[in-house]
């Protein structure tokens, strides 16, 4: 079993920044690759960045080269760095991870994109 605990979601205005953590338990969280998905209302929810155990990352087009996604094996914790932040990045961001065939979810945080 893992835990995801995701925090630091919020309410900021069109090109400001926001990051989210997210911290896992229950696994040793340096063999874990994970990401992080959104999902908007009405709308399925979607990859946004993921980090492999080594370190590589991918992200979606509508996020490259804004958002940043790390990771620290010493906190349990990933986070995603939200940089000039635009209205329809609005939506709840997701931790996940996939170990022997089964994902794990966090609760979600809400990010609003908002003036």
């Known amino acids: 079993q893992v835990q995801l605990v995701e925090s630091g979601g919020g309410l900021v205005q069109p090109g400001g920044s926001l990051r989210l953590s997210c911290a896992a338990s229950?696994?040793?969280?340096?063999?874990?690759?994970m990401a992080w998905y959104r999902q908007a209302p009405g709308k399925q929810r979607d990859l946004v960045a993921r980090?492999?155990?080594?370190?590589?990352?991918n992200y979606a087009d509508s996020v490259k080269g804004r958002f940043t996604i790390s990771r620290d094996n010493a906190k349990n914790t990933v986070y995603l760095q939200m940089n000039s932040l635009k209205p329809e990045d609005t939506a709840v961001y997701y931790c996940?991870?996939?170990?022997?065939?089964?994902?794990?979810w966090g609760q979600g945080t809400q990010v609003t994109v908002s003036s």
């Open positions: 229950g696994r040793d969280f340096s063999t874990l690759a």
């Open positions: 980090i492999a155990r080594g370190g590589s990352t």
């Open positions: 996940n991870t996939n170990t022997w065939g089964t994902n794990y």
